[in-house]
């Protein structure tokens, strides 16, 4: 039986508006194993990327238990879930979110720099993380110079280069192309495999989708359906 | 990591960074200018009294007061046993003030008679010139100042009348030797000096004092039953006590120009924090606390001052090298105004003690103003900071 690195139990975020509160998320329940590369799948508004935040600790839930990696995200404190992000978690966006002022290598080690390694051994994870995007070329570049493909996988290296346990991502083809966006997804899809990082996806993306394992459909803040990919 | 990210995002902020550095330098080079000009005339003052006033110290008559010129007629006492020896030695000179009428081309002004002996050397006063005299004419030795408010010049004669210590005025006919350039104002506003042993003459008696300049700092704090030793500080009160009152002006001058610095720096601050919400967004995702990218900003924005500070040597250094070398002239007329100090040009020296202080202290204000902008990381929601929303 594989272990659980995040459960959801009858989990609900409501955001609070002009007229009342509004439920993002209604009674959640869910359970994620390592190694899994699943992905939140549903129209814009459905709650998509607040399940992401919660799961990665940016956000709390209003209502319910939430449980990654060992810490009640319900009940985390914001220098607790700082922790979490900082060892656990890796997080790839739809716009990259790269350090205008550094280069490639510089944005990619910047996690490392949270974590008290040593500069030897983090200056290989950082080339290897490189390495797996296929960017070893552009190591001195700047975002500025670089494709918006090249940013994503800059921003996967990153995100990957503590060999987290888990990796969110949130729309993170939404801004590429075709061959780009199929160029990302099997990089990801190779890391997965390879070192075992569960990924959680936030789309709407056919393409995406159609490397998903485990796709779990949201519509109106609820989970309509939980299914294993068809195939697998 | 943090200074790191600090400096580039400085870097990368282009001339927005590169104004604020200038607009601290230019409130520093002033500041530095302030400090520089305050301390060499303060110093220039001291050494100026020093050299022609006040020795390495001085005991005055215990009845004299400076404030009170009625009192200078009878502030005068022997030459107590014990300071013998150093008068003898030349270690202590005496000196002998007299209230006299001066008569320069008929008019009547009053003035100060003060005889030096000849052979002092322990004032940089030129009282080897005040020679006995010839043809019944006292030579004397006036500074710039008196010569320009009693219209007097060298080779001039003119009467001075004196009281002597019996009551009985007496008058003697004197001429100017030479005006003397005197850049202690107290030794030349209203002062004619004379040889001391013709003063004593007119005044009928032969060893008063009215004080002693002290030449050997072995007699500094001696005390003696007519004459009380008149310390630096008692002597340079009223200097002191007009640095403090420049000094107010100086800290409101300073406060404005660090408030204008402080403006432009909060104002990059805010914006940043702003404009750059979707990395704090990022950074907190990353795993920072919001402490930390706090610490980010705040540093950011202390580094403008740390550059300022750099650069402040390389921009003020063709004035602070001009007013060190060719000085600051103080305007025609201040002079005449008696403030010690004002005499001379003044070389800058550059206090390096003081104006550190002065950069740790606005480096801390910066530190202060940088921070304040990034309160509002602090209620900033990661999640908002992400999709670029602010409150």
């Known amino acids: ?232 | 990591m943090i200074l790191r990210l600090a400096f580039r995002n400085i870097v990368n902020n282009g001339w927005r960074s590169l104004i604020n550095i200038v607009v601290v330098a230019i409130v520093l080079i002033v500041m530095v200018w302030m400090q520089a000009m305050y301390f060499s005339w303060i110093r220039l003052a001291e050494t100026q009294q020093i050299d022609w006033e006040y020795g390495k110290g001085m005991l005055r008559e215990k009845s004299y007061d400076p404030y009170d010129p009625f009192t200078i007629e009878d502030a005068n006492a022997p030459i107590p046993p014990e300071l013998e020896v150093g008068v003898a030695d030349g270690d202590l000179v005496p000196v002998l003030l007299a209230p006299a009428s001066i008569y320069p081309e008929g008019r009547m002004m009053s003035a100060v008679v003060k005889g030096i002996p000849r052979e002092q050397q322990a004032l940089m006063f030129p009282s080897h010139k005040l020679h006995e005299g010839e043809g019944g004419l006292v030579p004397v030795l006036i500074g710039q100042s008196m010569a320009k408010s009693s219209r007097l010049q060298t080779g001039d004669i003119f009467s001075i009348r004196i009281r002597d210590i019996h009551g009985t005025y007496d008058a003697i006919d004197a001429i100017v030797e030479e005006v003397l350039f005197i850049p202690a104002p107290t030794a030349d506003v209203g002062s004619i000096w004379v040889n001391l042993d013709v003063l004593r003459e007119i005044k009928g008696s032969e060893d008063i004092a009215s004080y002693f300049v002290i030449g050997d700092a072995k007699y500094q704090g001696i005390k003696t039953e007519d004459f009380r030793y008149i310390d630096k500080q008692e002597y340079f009160a009223d200097l002191y006590q007009m640095l403090q009152n420049e000094r107010f002006q100086q800290v409101l001058m300073y406060a404005l120009l660090v408030f204008l610095a402080m403006i432009a720096i909060f104002d990059t601050q805010a914006l940043a924090v702003f404009k750059r919400r979707r990395e704090i967004g990022t950074l907190a995702a990353l795993g920072f606390t919001k402490a930390k990218i706090a610490l980010i900003f705040t540093l950011e924005g202390t580094l403008y001052t740390a550059f300022g500070i750099i650069a402040t040597p390389i921009l003020g250094f063709p004035l602070f090298w001009y007013y060190g070398t060719t000085g600051f002239k103080i305007p025609r007329g201040y002079d005449d105004f008696g403030v010690l100090g004002f005499s001379e040009t003044i070389l800058f020296k550059y206090p390096i003690n003081e104006i550190l202080m002065v950069f740790a202290i606005i480096l801390v204000f910066t530190a202060i103003v940088s921070w304040l902008p990034t309160r509002k990381i602090a209620r900033l929601n990661p999640v908002d900071a992400l999709r670029g929303k602010v409150d």
């Open chain 1, 1 to 232: 039986m594989k272990e659980v690195i995040a459960i959801t139990k009858n989990m609900s975020k409501a955001f609070p508006t002009g007229e009342g509160d509004f439920w993002a998320l209604k009674g959640i329940s869910l359970e994620f194993a390592r190694g899994e590369f699943s992905g939140f799948v549903g129209p814009s508004g459905s709650g998509k990327t607040t399940l992401l935040n919660i799961l990665g600790s940016l956000d709390t839930p209003t209502k319910g238990e939430v449980e990654v990696l060992g810490h009640k995200i319900h009940q985390i404190s914001p220098r607790q879930a700082s922790y979490l992000r900082s060892q656990h978690i890796g997080f790839i966006f739809q716009t990259y979110n790269l350090l205008p002022v550094y280069n490639v290598y510089e944005n990619v080690e910047f996690p490392l720099l949270l974590l008290k390694m040593d500069a030897a051994a983090r200056d290989k994870a950082v080339r290897d993380a490189i390495a797996w995007v296929g960017l070893t070329d552009k190591i001195k570049s700047r975002p500025n110079q670089l494709s918006g493909g090249q940013c994503q996988r800059v921003a996967i290296a990153r995100a990957m280069v503590k060999k987290p346990d888990l990796v969110l991502a949130d729309e993170p083809t939404a801004n590429l192309d075709t061959e780009n966006s199929m160029n990302i997804l099997d990089t990801m899809q190779t890391l997965n495999r390879e070192l075992g990082t569960s990924f959680i996806f936030s789309t709407h993306d056919p393409k995406v989708i159609g490397y998903l394992k485990r796709i779990i459909r949201l519509i109106d803040g609820e989970v309509a359906s939980d299914d294993i990919a068809p195939g697998l």
